[in-house]
């Protein structure tokens, strides 16, 4: 299915190290960048991006309640400056990674979008929307676990919020429909085997 009329796109070219730099860069310009069209992304299921957290790593699960009701009355989750929250990259396999924006990617999908053309998002690759590196995935967890990270990504996911000896963890979810179905039991602990 095309997008919906009136999408929004910009497709910028920046120079940067990381993939962080990459959004800053992006974000002063962004917005003179945009005009109608689709990304090839449009038509990726939500259910099928990949998070970079187990829900151990979703922070609040209260904000996601909250932006679930923001979403049924017909606003946005964006940044202050108006940059999509919901942040991922085109992976090695072409899969598109989340790595920023979980609580926002969680509430869209709670509240029933099937679709990325539904929601705002802004995804890095490199030119012609071709993956990034490992190497720059890499950039996405503890500088301790970039080595293993570099060998398997998905093998692993981040927990910002767990002590720093305990942040990388083995993946427990292989998509955002796992995700949001162990966010949804309230399961938190790495499951027992």
């Known amino acids: 299915m095309p997008a919906a009329a009136g999408t929004?796109?910009?497709?910028?070219?920046?120079?940067?190290?990381?993939?962080?730099?990459?959004?800053e860069a992006v974000r002063k310009s962004w917005k003179k960048a945009l005009k109608e069209g689709v990304?090839?992304?449009?038509?990726?299921?939500?259910?099928?991006?990949?998070?970079?957290?187990?829900?151990?790593?979703?922070?609040?699960?209260?904000?996601?309640?909250?932006?679930?009701?923001?979403?049924?009355?017909?606003?946005?989750?964006?940044?202050?400056?108006?940059?999509?929250?919901?942040k991922l990259a085109v992976t090695p396999e072409k899969r598109l990674l989340v790595f920023d924006g979980h609580h926002s990617l969680l509430a869209y999908f709670l509240a029933g979008k099937k679709f990325l053309r539904e929601i705002p998002y802004l995804v890095l690759g490199s030119t012609n929307f071709e993956p990034v590196e490992t190497s720059e995935i890499s950039l996405f967890f503890p500088k301790a676990s970039r080595l293993l990270v570099k060998e398997n990504w998905f093998r692993y996911t981040v927990n910002w919020q767990a002590q720093e000896d305990k942040q990388l963890e083995e993946r427990r979810v292989e998509n955002l429909s796992d995700l949001a179905a162990e966010f949804s039991k309230g399961n938190k602990a790495p499951s027992q085997k």
């Open 8 to 23: 929004l796109v910009a497709n910028l070219e920046v120079e940067q190290v990381s993939p962080y730099e990459a959004i």
């Open 39 to 86: 990304t090839p992304f449009a038509n990726s299921e939500l259910a099928q991006l990949v998070p970079i957290h187990n829900s151990s790593g979703i922070k609040s699960p209260s904000l996601v309640k909250r932006m679930v009701k923001t979403i049924s009355h017909g606003r946005n989750i964006l940044e202050k400056d108006g940059l999509p929250n919901i």
